[in-house]
């Protein structure tokens, strides 16, 4: 039993199409945006821990209507081989990372863990390629254009990572337990002559900076380096609780109940 965020399914897709990554006409399977891995905490939480109306705490909403889900947010993108061969491949050397993050919200407020550069930046890269072509809700606000979604999966195929500036990402991890468990849909915006998407997977946010003059980027310490140093942030209580606000307007919206607050 997962995550929150519901309702608006993806558009039907005929499983015969052209693989985005490789490109031929084959049949392609249901694979995850977000790879399963990511959600372990929350199938962890068990059906009483999940994401529930009760768990957002004082706002209470719509007792007794669910709005978990029993998957992650999947989507006929990739076929066969590239999902399990390529893709699969890259997050199958960035698992035990990925954990080491989760692990880092119980430690300081600032720090690094050691990472394979060349398979967590192309891990990076998958996560955001992945959604910006797919067609899902959740991901609707990341939209690299043809030009950026080309080079990525070229470097994607040819396991060639580029440099740290380029879609360079920050990761966050949240403090906030219930976060753990939730998701919201992906944000952007503009930052200067760049574009900023957040892509948020349970406890783990990928801050992503993307522009062709990522170089001048003044923040480029941030970014997972190519001596395999990956900084980490935790997310402070206000940034939490904007995602936990945003996660209930987007619960109410859906079950149909008024929110002066809300915003989308
Ligand atoms: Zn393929």
């Not at 529930?52 to 889900?69: C, I, N, W």
């Not at 991890?173 to 948020?200: C, D, F, N, P, W």
């Not at 170089?215 to 395999?228: A, I, T, Y």
Request: positive net charge; hydrophobic residues 35%; aromatic residues 8%.
């Amino acid at each position: 039993m997962i995550l929150c965020l519901l309702p608006l399914p993806c558009q039907p897709v005929n499983p015969m199409n052209r693989c985005r990554l490789c490109q031929e006409s084959v049949k392609l399977i249901n694979s995850h945006i977000v790879p399963e891995f990511m959600y372990e905490p929350v199938y962890s939480g068990g059906k009483a821990q999940s994401l529930s109306g009760e768990y957002l705490g004082s706002r209470r909403l719509s007792p007794g209507r669910s709005f978990l889900s029993s998957k992650g947010n999947r989507e006929h993108l990739l076929c066969a081989r590239c999902d399990n061969e390529v893709v699969g491949n890259i997050e199958g050397k960035v698992r035990q990372s990925i954990n080491l993050i989760r692990e880092y919200r119980f430690s300081a407020d600032r720090g690094h863990i050691d990472v394979d550069y060349q398979y967590f930046k192309l891990f990076e890269l998958s996560l955001l390629w992945r959604a910006s072509i797919s067609n899902h809700w959740m991901f609707a606000n990341v939209s690299l254009g043809a030009k950026h979604e080309e080079i990525i999966r070229q470097r994607l195929l040819t396991h060639a990572p580029g440099e740290p500036h380029e879609y360079g990402c920050i990761v966050l991890v949240t403090r906030e337990l219930r976060l753990m468990r939730a998701m919201i849909h992906a944000q952007a915006e503009k930052y200067g002559r760049h574009s900023r998407y957040l892509v948020v997977t349970p406890g783990i946010h990928f801050d992503f900076y993307v522009s062709s003059h990522t170089k001048n980027l003044q923040f480029q310490s941030l970014f997972v380096r190519k001596s395999g140093k990956l900084p980490l942030l935790r997310t402070t209580e206000q940034y939490d609780q904007r995602v936990l606000d945003k996660l209930v307007r987007m619960v109410k919206s859906s079950s149909g109940e008024n929110d002066a607050n809300s915003t989308r």
